[in-house]
């Protein structure tokens, strides 16, 4: 186990990339350095001469378009730029890009997992919603209908009544008169302002049986 590579990531804030480690630190294990024209450089450090830079709408399409040994990060170089790890064909930088391009697969598979399973949770909630919403709408559809029908009933009763009332004081007030009482009694605004309510409720049963079947 002691006599393998690995990824330090060193810095917990996440801003850094990972350096390569060979061994476990403090048990004989050591980061790599490696020769360049400029220097020494640890395999992976910011000083690496193999980071390069490219756009990050690229984010997540560039690894589909470049070399397979690329490794493409989400490390900031600056507002439009992210790190991209460019390697030898073997050697030390080979071993970290590979690595690395594992690590971030490993982050994109959680990433599409994740988004797969919040999709689903939508998914079910906004069915589950519009279950709700239909059930509420029928609820409210059937609500309109009693009331439909208990107006109805009453306009029935209430002219039943008045002919029965106008018919045994006929004879007694005559029509017109026995009319003019009777309106006294009950006034003919209640039977107006009932047939308009029953207008607007068979208007309101037309929308949402409509919206039902939409």
């Known amino acids: 186990m002691a006599n393998t590579y690995s990824l330090d990531f060193y810095d917990s ?11 476990v630190l403090g ?7 490696q020769g360049g ?15 390069k830079i490219y756009p990050k709408a690229e984010w997540l399409t ?12 989400n490390y900031i170089w600056d507002t439009n730029h992210f790190f991209v790890y460019m390697p030898d064909n073997s050697g030390h930088t080979n071993v970290y890009s590979r690595m690395l391009r594992d ?8 990433r599409q997992a994740q988004a797969s399973a919040d999709a689903a949770v939508a998914t079910k909630q906004a069915k589950k919603e519009e279950k ?18 208990r107006l109805r009933t009453d306009v029935i009763t209430l002219n039943d009544k008045k002919n029965r009332d106008i018919r045994s004081k006929k ?16 006034p003919g605004q ?6 308009s309510s029953i207008e607007i409720l068979k208007k309101n049963i037309k929308i949402i049986e409509r919206d039902l079947k939409s």
């Open 62 to 73: 560039a690894r589909n378009k470049y070399p397979i040994s690329y490794a493409f990060t």
């Open 37 to 51: 024209p400029n220097g020494d450089y640890i395999v992976g450090n910011l000083d690496d001469p193999h980071w």
């Open 13 to 23: 804030s996440g801003r850094n990339p990972p350096v390569l480690l060979f061994g």
């Open 132 to 149: 709700e919403r239909i059930r509420s709408k029928k609820a409210f559809l059937q609500d309109q209908k009693n009331e439909l029908k």
């Open 190 to 195: 209640w039977l107006a302002q009932t047939l």
């Open 171 to 186: 004879k007694e007030l005559g029509k017109q008169a026995a009319e003019t009482q009777w309106n006294d009694t009950y």
């Open 27 to 33: 048990f004989g294990g050591r980061h790599i350095n």
């Open 103 to 110: 690590h971030f697969e490993t982050i994109h598979n959680q």
